[in-house]
């Protein structure tokens, strides 16, 4: 019979295997109706889980700190993608400083402790790449509590795009990392999810400021040039 840890590990390959997949189900799909809404439960659920036993084996079983970081980042922008649609038209407190400013710290940790080679898991290359996101998804979360309040109209809903598709796309890099032979595919992997995320996030924000007409106001436009 398997072990705890290889059943966690199973579990982890299986849950983002089919989180991706259903990501990449949602970035195919309108958005905003009641397909997207289930289908982002189901993701949500999945990455959840995915990333819940990346935690597991980052820190009870393999002890590495790129593990670590890479699995913080994720639950930490999972938890921020959430967070902003939550508040919708609200902006972001000062409670929201307190795990940008965790985020940081352990950004600048990672960083200073990335001469343990001993006690990574993935080339230095790669390493850099998730402090810098960690320094950077901190920094900016720091900043946003300091932004004007007329921007969350935009701001919230582009930010919410932003996180859940990067969230696919970090999933997909991590796989590029443990299967690929060379790091740069797993950075070309994030590159290309990052700039979908921002596509994504300047359609949402065009679509929450009226430039891009809903779903639902398609359909009600499309309902009343039926009469």
Request: charged content about 15%; proline content about 4%; overall charge positive.
């Amino acid at each position: 019979m398997p072990d705890f840890h290889t059943l966690n590990i199973i579990a982890h390959i299986t849950t983002g295997s089919l989180a991706i997949l259903a990501g990449l189900l949602i970035l195919s799909r309108p958005k905003g109706d009641k397909v997207h809404r289930m289908t982002g439960r189901i993701t949500l659920t999945l990455a959840i889980l995915c990333v819940s036993t990346a935690l597991i084996g980052a820190f009870i079983f393999r002890g590495k700190l790129d593990l670590m970081g890479a699995s913080l980042i994720i639950s930490y922008n999972l938890w921020a993608g959430m967070r902003a649609l939550k508040l919708r038209d609200n902006g972001r407190r000062t409670a929201d400083l307190v795990p940008a400013i965790g985020v940081f710290i352990l950004g600048v940790g990672l960083v200073a402790l990335s001469q343990f080679t001993e006690r990574l898991n993935w080339p230095l290359t790669l390493v850099y790449s998730i402090a810098g996101s960690l320094l950077t998804f901190g920094a900016w979360d720091m900043v946003r509590t300091l932004l004007p309040s007329r921007w969350r109209l935009w701001l919230n809903p582009a930010e919410h795009a932003f996180r859940m598709t990067g969230l696919i796309g970090a999933l997909a890099s991590v796989a590029a990392a443990t299967l690929a032979p060379s790091p740069y595919v797993a950075l070309g992997v994030s590159g290309v999810g990052t700039l979908i995320a921002f596509v994504f996030a300047f359609r949402a924000a065009r679509k929450a400021l009226g430039v891009t007409p809903s779903t639902a106001l398609n359909a009600r436009l499309k309902a009343d040039s039926e009469l």
